[in-house]
């Protein structure tokens, strides 16, 4: 079955630090990996994708996650973390279930809090 | 941008009611889906539908419908509202991709609480 872990429930770093947020994913074939945000109250933001090719991929907000096949993980990171980045971050893979059908499955997310 | 739009933020209702929940989105997508998310159990998907009038169930499809009338219209139904359906629910849409490369765009969500 098609999965994806994110191991830690809560990272804790300090503005201006590099910040990185695991995840680990399991599937059948080609992975197609996915970073949303979320801050509170509020639905979930796009972040950046893997799909195929660079195995670093740019998104949003200065954010960049690597894709490495043979440890099967995809973490986000950051080279400088700014306080307005402390939200909950999904990971997620996409599901093919039909021909025409497809859905995302989540990890639990981890909560992000960066310090001043 | 895309929007995806639900109808209310915030609910409440009683044990036992039939509830809805509506979702449009604007941009034309055939797929759309629907999410409960709860504290330590990250998303889990209840319903989606790939086109008018299709659905299929997701992981945790017990004790909630769907309806699909309109191709930016989906609907969460609760046939008969319980305590343990309080919880926050994400509607998202996305463009048909058969290599599922594109990704999804979600709703502000609805704050249930059944009492």
């Known amino acids: 079955a098609q999965s994806v872990a994110q191991p830690e429930d809560q990272v804790n770093v300090a503005e201006g630090n590099p910040l990185t947020v695991k995840c680990t994913y399991s599937v059948s074939g080609n992975p197609y990996l996915f970073w949303y945000v979320q801050y509170p109250n509020r639905g979930l933001q796009f972040l950046l994708k893997?799909?195929?090719?660079?195995?670093l991929v740019k998104g949003s907000y200065g954010f960049e996650a690597e894709f490495n096949k043979s440890q099967t993980s995809f973490h986000l990171k950051k080279p400088s973390a700014l306080v307005s980045d402390s939200a909950l971050y999904f990971c997620?893979?996409?599901?093919?279930?039909?021909?025409?059908?497809?859905?995302?499955?989540f990890g639990k997310g981890t909560t992000l809090s960066v310090s001043s | 941008d895309v929007k995806v739009t639900q109808s209310s933020r915030y609910l409440v209702k009683r044990t036992g009611e039939k509830v809805f929940l509506e979702c449009v989105q604007d941009m034309d997508h055939e797929n759309m889906f629907w999410y409960r998310q709860d504290p330590g159990l990250g998303l889990r998907l209840i319903y989606f539908s790939y086109d008018v009038k299709m659905k299929e169930k997701g992981d945790i499809p017990e004790g909630y419908s769907v309806s699909r009338e309109k191709k930016e219209r989906f609907s969460l139904i609760l046939e008969s509202a319980s305590t343990n359906q309080t919880s926050m629910y994400l509607c998202a849409s996305t463009r048909p991709s058969l290599r599922g490369n594109t990704e999804a765009f979600f709703g502000q969500g609805t704050r249930l609480t059944v009492v």
């Open positions: 997620a893979v996409r599901l093919l279930a039909n021909q025409a059908g497809t859905a995302l499955i």
């Open positions: 893997y799909i195929t090719g660079d195995n």
